[in-house]
């Protein structure tokens, strides 16, 4: 197979972003199949922009975006993108839209085309913390997984995609409340290797747990 793995890039003036650290650790091969690895802009629109050309020019077999959501105590693999951008800040390009469908012909909501429950069980089963989440949020990172989800929908059938959450890495807490969660970026790495291995197993398993229910 051929993965697509994105980071968003820094953003609300922070030093570094896990995400994109994160995406920049792992291999360019991983177990027989091809990792692409970009950086996406936390601008609303041009996130797609960014994606769009290089599902273009790689043609991959899956994509996976990743994304920071400090505060969470561990690795997140979201099920559900909302059609809506309501951002609490401004993004990088200083947008910050309000009650704003993020696209007018879109669905409500999309469900993430990936195994997640398989991609978490994936990093559990190595001792890292992760969970199915229904929320990715309103701004940056929901915007660029219901995009992703919409290409999917209306153009890529057959592709796989879906969005991760890490959270915050040491150095980002420091001046943070006590007990803010934490955790390396060479772990977060260590948890994208192992859910990227879990969307690349036999096709027939795949597609058994791409029906899992609720």
């Known amino acids: 197979m051929k993965v697509l793995i994105t ?42 922009e960014v994606l769009r050309k290089a599902i273009e020019e790689y043609s991959p077999d899956a994509v996976i975006c990743v994304g920071q959501a400090g505060g969470r105590s561990g690795m997140t693999v979201e099920k559900v993108a909302v059609n809506l951008m309501e951002a609490r800040i401004p993004d990088n390009a200083g947008n910050q839209p309000f009650d704003v469908p993020v696209k007018e012909d879109g669905e409500t909501a999309y469900f993430a085309k990936l195994p997640v429950k398989r991609m978490v069980q994936a990093m559990k089963d190595h001792q890292i913390p992760a969970r199915v989440s229904y929320t990715a949020g309103t701004f940056v990172c929901n915007d660029i997984m219901y995009r992703l989800l919409y290409l999917i929908d209306r153009e890529y059938p057959e592709m796989l995609g879906g969005f991760i959450h890490v959270p915050y890495c040491p150095e980002q807490v420091l001046e943070l409340p006590d007990g803010t969660p934490s955790m390396s970026v060479e772990m977060i790495s260590d948890a994208l290797k192992y859910a990227i291995e879990a969307i690349c197993g036999d096709a027939d398993e795949i597609k058994v747990a791409m029906g899992e229910t609720e």
Do not use: S
Not at 18 to 42: C, H, Q
């Open 7 to 48: 980071g968003i890039d820094t953003f609300d003036g922070a030093a570094v972003n896990p995400a994109y650290e994160a995406v920049k650790l792992l291999p360019d091969e991983l177990g027989g199949n091809e990792i692409i690895k970009k950086e996406i802009p936390t601008v609303f629109g041009k996130d797609e």
